[in-house]
């Protein structure tokens, strides 16, 4: 029996989709969201250190399961099937609000540099650098509604570095905890502007549900209190409100349909049953994060656009890149643990922009708390990792450490990349992703660059002993996976236009990290979500009588 | 945040639970399957393995690999707080693509040792315990003993489970008693959900 059509159909309950779905069935289009997971609680796993989205020695708390496997380039001409939990994978999330749910919820706005990164910067060789075809000042009010309507707290006046707002955050910033009290004299003693990490928490109740109780592990673990905002509690339950939205879980897509006009007509995708379904609709919205959007898009073959949706010019699945994550580790004396999570609450922006003779940067951050096996890995250079050694580091510096890391703006690489696999299926019989290619050497420079800044930072502070983390050239992409389907204003280099619609094709959209050009020096969300209310609001404006004009 | 930071390897398909579901499955069907009432009978008195994939020569001789990564002190080490338990556990669940490691690693690292010292590891002395797991370590170990799995990834497997056994959650059959937790003096389990902090 075929399903009955609606006006939109939105593949991926995560933040791009999440909002999109909530913008459009507001305006009164009927909806159906497709997302492959299931509704997730804190319940199943807790906070279970070596199950969650964060540390997955014994798998993802989340999703995906071992039913979405991918290819990953190991080496040279060398391929490795890989499951979701395993390094390289590159996983987010697969449950209602995707990564939104586990996330350590930094709600960062990005500079209005990056969003102009070739022309402020010039492209380093074998980099496809480009500028956004939007502006900062053009994706303002919508940053301003997702912190509005997702929830933030935050307060960014002790941060010159920041892009203008016109209002502030709903929510008052956190305060320090040890680490970022230490953190703050120290940052100050040397000339730089410390500031509160805004926060897709709740500082105070909001939403009607609860303030954060400080819970000590929050990154990578659904919220117990339900504190922590993602698309899952917060505009997912308002598009269902609205009677507009039907969100069907457990449903994995399998193509966007495009027919012979190149018209998308709806979506192919497998129900719960793994039953074969058509769901027709006037437009169609992908949000399944770069490297599923990209894989859909490829898996689109029509008559028009044989190698894919959008994939005209070869643009789609290309530029993968996340964040070149720097950092160093410090030890002290003095006690620096407090129990207070989730444990990252200071950070810097002095260095996202104006490194001599660098592209970019990154903010830093102290880290979330380091649960216990995680720190069994965190070590000196040269100190033994086992034996008595190890037993006497863990008891005498577990409660006196601090960590700075900083997420690296990524150089696009036109090589990094997303392709189908030509043999490997998934359980529906999908052809899955298959991922290759390595970062830029400039991502390595600057994150070394950066490293040296953190472990400055960390000796100001009074550590007794520090070393730096530098990234390494691999293949980036991870939780912050962005930039496989960049929008653009020239369909011969990009894949989506400035509203996140297809080129080429006019009832298609996206509304994810896909579309980033770059990806700031910031973790993503926040813009991920900006743009589902930027994308979806130009849905809506071009909305009318009952169809998209 | 940085996912890729403290993943560690893993991986099958197969769940516990599943498994678990399956020998039974196979030995009651073997039982009825010969239609003798006699075996039924037998079954409850044969006697129960004590790993589910461990032979108890492999396990004697890991659980003393597990002992010098995580010594006893003051405070209990692999062997009290259940290391084999956890790795035993894990290896017919998320972590069964390393049982072939884990099989021809031990019988490597056996070899190793009898070629080595002309004793099993079990007999020798303390430090030269820590010598002969430093040399696997750092993959000074004979080649033609170590094609796959190599030493170091053999001696990093190892690593990462008897860690995982000892600060895990106790779910999983290791950190017995939170142990790990109360020598880091975090409290156990882990209170959540109270507002003890100073509120915003």
Known sequence: ?549 | MNGAEYAAGGGGAISRRTALKLGLVGVLGAAVGAGSTAAIARLGKAVQPRYRFFTDTEADLLIDICEQIIPRDDVPGATDTGAIRYIDRQLCGPLSRHQRAYRRGLESFRKTCLRTYKASFQELAPSLKIEALRSIERGEAPKELWDDPPAKGFFNLVLAHTMQSFYGSPRHGGNRDYASYRMLGLDYPQIVGQNRYRKA
């Open chain 1, 1 to 549: 029996m075929a399903l009955k059509h609606v006006n939109a159909v939105v593949v991926g309950a995560g933040a791009g989709g999440g909002v999109v779905a909530k913008e459009l069935s507001e305006a009164g289009l009927s909806v159906v969201i497709l997302e492959r997971g299931g509704w997730v609680s804190f319940e199943e796993h807790g906070q279970d250190e070596l199950l969650n989205q964060r540390t997955t020695a014994l798998g993802n708390a989340y999703g995906p399961d071992d039913r979405s496997p991918r290819v990953v380039e190991t080496g040279p001409g060398t391929w490795e099937i890989v499951m979701p939990h395993e390094g390289g994978y590159s996983n987010n999330a697969a449950c209602v609000g995707s990564g939104t749910v586990s996330y350590g919820a930094m709600a960062w706005r990005y500079m209005e540099k990056d969003f102009r990164m070739r022309s402020t910067y010039g492209a380093p060789e074998g980099s496809t650098l480009e500028d956004w075809p939007i502006s900062y000042d053009d994706l303002e009010p919508f940053y301003e509604k997702a912190e509005q309507e997702v929830g933030v707290s935050g307060d960014m006046s002790a941060n010159p570095f920041a892009a203008p707002r016109r209002r502030a955050y709903p929510m008052p910033a956190f305060p320090y905890n040890t680490e970022g009290r230490i953190l703050e004299a120290a940052a100050k003693r040397l000339g730089l502007h410390p500031f509160p990490i805004p926060m897709l928490r709740n500082s105070v109740p909001y939403g009607g549900r609860n303030a954060c109780v400080h819970n000590r592990y929050c990154c990578g673990f659904a919220c117990p209190n339900n504190a922590k905002n993602g698309t899952h509690n917060t505009v997912i339950p308002r598009a269902l409100a609205t009677g507009n939205c039907e969100l069907r879980t457990h449903s994995m897509a399998r193509e966007v349909v495009v027919d012979d006009r190149g018209v998308a007509r709806g979506v192919r995708y497998f129900d719960e049953s793994d039953a074969e379904q058509l769901q027709t609709a006037d437009l169609v919205v992908v949000s399944g994060g770069a490297i599923e959007t990209a894989r859909l898009l490829l898996n689109s073959r029509s008559r028009l656009f044989p190698n894919g949706a959008g994939n005209r010019y070869d643009w789609v699945g290309r530029n993968l890149q996340g964040h070149a994550y720097c950092g160093a580790d410090g030890l002290f004396e003095e006690k620096t643990f407090d129990d207070v999570g989730p444990g990252a609450t200071i950070a810097i922006s002095d260095f996202n922009h104006g490194n001599p003779g660098l592209r970019g940067g990154a903010a830093l951050c102290n880290e979330f708390i380091r649960p216990p096996y995680g720190f069994s890995g965190m070590r000196p250079p040269g100190q033994p990792s086992w034996g008595k050694a190890h037993k006497e580091f863990q008891r005498r510096f577990y409660k006196r450490s601090v960590s700075i890391r900083g997420p690296v703006q990524e150089m696009p690489v036109f090589d990094a990349r997303m392709q189908i696999d030509p043999s490997v299926t998934d359980h529906w019989g999908i052809p899955v992703a298959r991922l290759s290619g390595s970062r830029h050497l400039h991502d390595i420079e600057i994150g070394r660059v950066m490293a040296a800044r953190a472990q400055a930072w960390l000796m100001e502070a009074g550590a007794v002993a520090t070393w730096t983390n530098v990234p390494g050239p691999g293949l980036s992409g991870g939780q912050h996976q962005a930039g496989t389907c960049r929008m653009g204003t020239d369909p011969k280099t990009s894949v989506a236009n400035r509203f996140g619609q297809v080129h080429d094709i006019e009832n298609l959209f996206l509304s994810d990290a896909s579309l980033h050009v770059t990806n700031g020096g910031f973790n993503p969300v926040l813009t991920i979500m900006a743009l589902g209310y930027w994308v979806g609001g130009h849905i809506r404006a071009r909305w009318k009588d009952g169809k998209l004009t």
